[in-house]
């Protein structure tokens, strides 16, 4: 038979427990959208009792007119010997107006006695009570049984009565929680299989913490027993090592045999849409995106080992469990002296470039070049400019003739700090020859400055193009003020980005690498012959400092 699984997301709610996010009203907001979009079953927004903000976003939400998810509050049960009437974080979660409530509550024995400090006959009560009392306002209640796992282990029997409790009480769902994140896939197995064996009526639901790096597989194991909800988060945040992640349970929920013949979702859940799903939302919660993430990580296809790549070419599946473009994302080749001539061939390929004469030679530059500590492989513009400048037609846009940099008096006090350096470059464009002193605070950004005020002189649309990240590892710092610096930086045009790489142990060698490979791939792509005007103006004026010169050509 095939049955629907639900689809619960708690990254509003659980997510915003992980250490390092902290959503807007606005950002909630958005989110919820891109879940309802995606077609999730139930959006868990927040706690309306925890904070004023979580209480806005009920407001807000409940009149998005959500086309697939029903809207969930989280709360708690009712507090120990009070009437849920009096119950402040009861009231404010009924005044949410959701459809679906979520109550946490205690199932486990020591939590009952040492947390809540009460007994085990009134936690009973307190589940009975909470979950009645929102039935009888014709919620759907979701139940989150906390450290369900723990407190089977602990006490199956008082586990079974706690969910006893909920079913009098009318509960549609109980959610069994692995809170702690510290049990083992055949734990959950054998519990699950144990709750449906004595509750074979029951909705079973489940939310798996990463503790042991288990939630997904967890969750998955808690399906095979049973389980017909699964809570998660998108990209996996939550409290401490985070919930399962439900964007990697999804590809296998949707791709794997195992699962998707036996189950079906909502109709508008399309694995196509999970790479842009997790990016958005980790775009919102304004988190890195783990590069390794399982399905839409920049990683998950990349292949890098010379042996991996040749045999990719011959037929991915080899090295490939799916075909990457089935969750929105591709396959990327990487370059680094783990390279093969396959590498080479298929990079240079996407590229557009020819390397079947000479693919050999770039590999053996490539292989030398890494040994000085030059990576390529997050820097793709570097290794197009290297196979360009190994085809013998290759003809520079300009040559550097000279670069000088002076620091100027740093302890002259009356010295403006965008002063402080200055950086004289020489360059060659055909024949003829631009040379600019440019002023910055640091030696680089008047490197670039020159550099790009010569250009310029030459290729005006040299002004839209942008340097947008420049980063600098050390390779050996135990050279102290000797260390090899490896400088990385990012251009960008319009919405393009390239990246290009340097590396010596000297800073500004090492950052005009970067730079010039920089410029002549834009001009390769997207001047191609702008400038020529100027070229063919022998009275070009240059600035020379604060001066006007006129040059005439000659250097
Ligand atoms: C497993 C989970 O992830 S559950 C969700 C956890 N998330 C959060 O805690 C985030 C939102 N929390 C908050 O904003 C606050 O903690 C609030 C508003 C809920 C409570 O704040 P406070 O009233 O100041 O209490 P505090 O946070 O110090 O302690 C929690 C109280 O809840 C009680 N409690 C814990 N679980 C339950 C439960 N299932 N049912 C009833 N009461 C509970 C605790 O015993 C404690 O009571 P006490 O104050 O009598 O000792
Ligand atoms: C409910 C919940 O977040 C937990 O038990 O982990």
């Not at 039935?135 to 450290?147: I, M, P, Q």
């Not at 029997?157 to 083992?184: H, K, P, R, W």
């Not at 399982?294 to 799916?322: L, M, P």
């Not at 440019?438 to 340097?467: R, W, Y």
């Amino acid at each position: 038979m095939n049955e629907q699984l639900f689809l619960y997301d708690t990254t509003l709610r659980d997510g915003a427990q992980y250490k390092g996010i902290s959503f807007s009203l606005q950002d909630k907001l958005k989110i919820t959208q891109l879940l309802d979009d995606f077609g999730m079953d139930y959006i868990e927004g927040g706690w309306p009792g925890s904070n004023p903000k979580d209480e806005a976003y009920f407001r807000h939400a409940r009149t998005m007119g959500l086309r697939q998810a029903k809207l969930v509050a989280f709360g708690a049960t009712r507090k120990p010997l009070q009437d849920v009437e009096q119950d402040l974080q009861i009231q404010s979660l009924l005044a949410a107006d959701t459809p679906v409530v979520a109550l946490v509550s205690k199932f486990w024995q020591f939590h009952v006695e040492t947390v809540l400090r009460t007994d085990l006959i009134e936690n009973l009560k307190m589940i009975y009570d909470s979950v009645a009392y929102f039935k009888s306002y014709g919620r759907e209640v979701v139940l989150d049984a906390e450290h369900f796992f723990d407190g089977f282990k602990d006490s199956p029997d008082y586990a079974f009565q706690c969910i006893e409790a909920a079913i009098n009480a009318g509960v549609d769902n109980v959610t069994l929680c692995d809170t702690n994140g510290g049990s083992m896939p055949d734990e959950i197995a054998a519990t699950v299989a144990a709750v449906k064996a004595r509750f074979p009526q029951l909705s079973l639901g489940i939310h798996c913490h990463n503790d042991c790096e288990l939630a997904v597989a967890n969750s998955l194991t808690s399906i095979k027993a049973g389980v017909r909800l699964i809570q998660g988060t998108v990209n996996g945040y939550g409290e401490r090592c985070g919930n399962a992640n439900l964007v990697s349970l999804l590809g296998s929920l949707l791709l794997k045999p195992s699962f998707n013949q036996s189950l079906h979702f909502n109709h508008t859940v399309k694995e196509k849409n999970l790479t842009t799903l997790s990016k958005q939302v980790a775009d919102i919660a304004n988190m890195p995106l783990k590069s390794d993430a399982a399905y839409v990580g920049n990683n998950a296809f990349s292949h890098k080992g010379g042996i991996h790549v040749a045999a990719i070419a011959k037929a991915s599946q080899t090295y490939e469990h799916i075909d990457p473009e089935r969750v929105g994302n591709q396959r990327e080749i990487t370059i680094s002296e783990l390279s093969g001539k396959s590498n080479v061939q298929l990079q240079a390929q996407k590229l557009g470039l020819d390397v079947s004469r000479n693919f050999a030679q770039v590999l053996d530059s490539i292989k030398s070049l890494e040994k000085t500590g030059l990576t390529l492989e997050n820097a793709p513009g570097s290794f197009e400019m290297l196979v360009r400048k190994q085809d013998e037609a290759y003809q520079p846009h300009f040559t550097i003739l000279n670069i000088q940099i002076n620091v100027n008096d740093l302890n002259k006090s009356t010295r403006h700090n965008a002063e402080l350096c200055t950086a004289t470059v020489k360059v060659r464009v055909k024949n003829k020859i631009a040379h600019v002193v440019e002023e910055a605070s640091g030696p680089v950004d008047a490197l670039n400055l020159a550099l790009k005020k010569a250009l310029t002189v030459f290729f005006p649309h040299i002004n839209d193009m942008q340097l947008t990240d420049y980063k600098v590892s050390i390779l050996d710092p135990e050279k102290a003020s000797a260390a090899t610096t490896r400088v990385w930086l990012q251009s960008g045009y319009q919405n393009q980005r390239w990246a290009t790489i340097g590396c010596s142990d000297n800073i500004i060698q090492a950052s005009t690498q970067a730079l010039i490979d920089s410029y002549q791939l834009f001009l390769i792509k997207y001047n191609h012959v702008a400038g020529d005007n100027n070229l063919n103006n022998p009275q070009h004026h240059f600035l020379y400092s604060d001066h006007e010169v006129t040059h005439n050509g000659n250097a």
